[in-house]
């Protein structure tokens, strides 16, 4: 209650339910695509070169005196980059995606570490897209995670039937003339848009758990791939819904909140499904 009285005076509690709600149909489209696809790893590399994006975005911003780069525009830049990246090398050469994933990985984060300490002053907005701080969204980040949800879910949903094919039989795919060469680097394009949305809800080092975790939890529960998205979207506001409220209730980290409600939901689902599983074999 003392949180429900609180979101309907202060805007900025309003702000963070509003992307959470909004990084939450992201999360459950494109992280069902991506565990269906089983393509984790490779969103956690991408997730975690986007500190390149942010530290030189900030620098040129401060440096430069360039006061319309948003630091979420150079994630944006860097998060397209690596997913292109990471998919040519994928699609001509399989055995050394691992290792090309892990050089981005760290070549990512190393760069960014680079520009945050050569930039001037402390760099306070940049911790928080590392840790996450929903409670901190302004306004203006918003309307630029709004923009990228629209994207993501328009082109999610344009190739639905073409990316489910894809994602459960790529070679069934191939036979009748898709082309899955393409729509792979499609995928991994949504899941790195998707990333730089949900960084803002639960930063960058727990960015990928809430993207698997919800989609997981409503795979387990689901028949088919527009299911499992409906469920997860759901986990995952209910997850970040809670998250914020137990933040502002008890002065916890919002994006540590966030994960743990979204582990829980995974292991309730784990357990129904192991009930189901049970009685139907009668047990």
Known sequence: ?????????????????????????????VGSYVVARRITYVAGGIAHCLLAGLGVARYLQVTQGWEWLHPLYGAVVVALLTAGIIGWVSLRWTEREDTVISALWAVGMAVGILFISLTPGYSQDLMSYLFGNILMVTAGELWLIGLLDLIVIALALLWYNQLTAVCFDPEFARLRGLKVEALYVLLLCLAALTVVV???????????????????????????????????????????????????????????????LAAGGYLATVGVAAVRERRGNGG
């Open 1 to 29: 209650m003392e949180f429900l009285a609180a979101l309907a005076e202060h805007a900025f509690l309003q702000r963070a339910v509003a992307t959470g709600l909004l990084a939450s149909v992201a999360c459950g489209v």
């Open 198 to 260: 949900l960084v803002t809800a639960v930063g960058l080092i727990l960015v990928i758990a809430l993207l698997a975790l919800p989609a997981a939890a409503a795979g387990r529960l689901s028949r088919s791939l527009w299911q499992m998205m409906i469920g997860a979207a759901l986990l995952t506001a209910l997850a970040s819904t809670g998250g914020i409220a137990l933040s502002y209730t008890s002065d916890l980290p919002s994006g540590a909140m966030t994960i743990l």
